[in-house]
Nanobody, 121 residues
Framework: VQLQASGGGLVQAGESLRLSCAAS????????MGWFRQTLGNEREFVAA????????SYADSVKGRFTISRDNNQNTVYLQMNRLKPEDTAVYYC???????????????WGQGTLVTVSS
């Protein structure tokens, strides 16, 4: 499956942004989808994940209550709605596809190219 992330940009603290990740190739609905983020010099960290049917979601503690992951299996797209953004949310955000709803990035098999989110204070 090929993944294309989009929607990043520059926003001020407290504002919102929605990321999208469009999938093509193998059946999108077969995959658990996740969002990760990475800053320079740091490892890629888990942000959120959603099950195949969207019945189960998981979030990092740092974004719980502010970010919402969702998916549209008809549109082959997964979203990350980010509200009340903070400067520490600044990172390159990656979408990923895998078989298991886990936080371990090594368990995801396919990755998008990343989209940069910058939050100014």
């Amino acid at each position: 499956v090929q993944l294309q992330a989009s929607g990043g940009g520059l926003v001020q603290a407290g504002e919102s942004l929605r990321l999208s990740c469009a999938a093509s190739g193998h059946s999108f609905s077969n995959y658990v989808m996740g969002w990760f983020r990475q800053t320079l010099g740091n490892e890629r960290e888990f942000v959120a994940a959603i099950s195949r049917s969207a019945g189960t979601t998981s979030y990092a503690d740092s974004v719980k209550g502010r970010f919402t992951i969702s998916r549209d299996n008809n549109q082959n797209t997964v979203y990350l709605q980010m509200n009340r953004l903070k400067p520490e949310d600044t990172a390159v955000y990656y979408c990923a596809a895998g078989w298991f709803l886990v936080v371990d990035r090594t368990r995801y098999d396919y990755w998008g190219q990343g989209t940069l989110v910058t939050v100014s204070s």
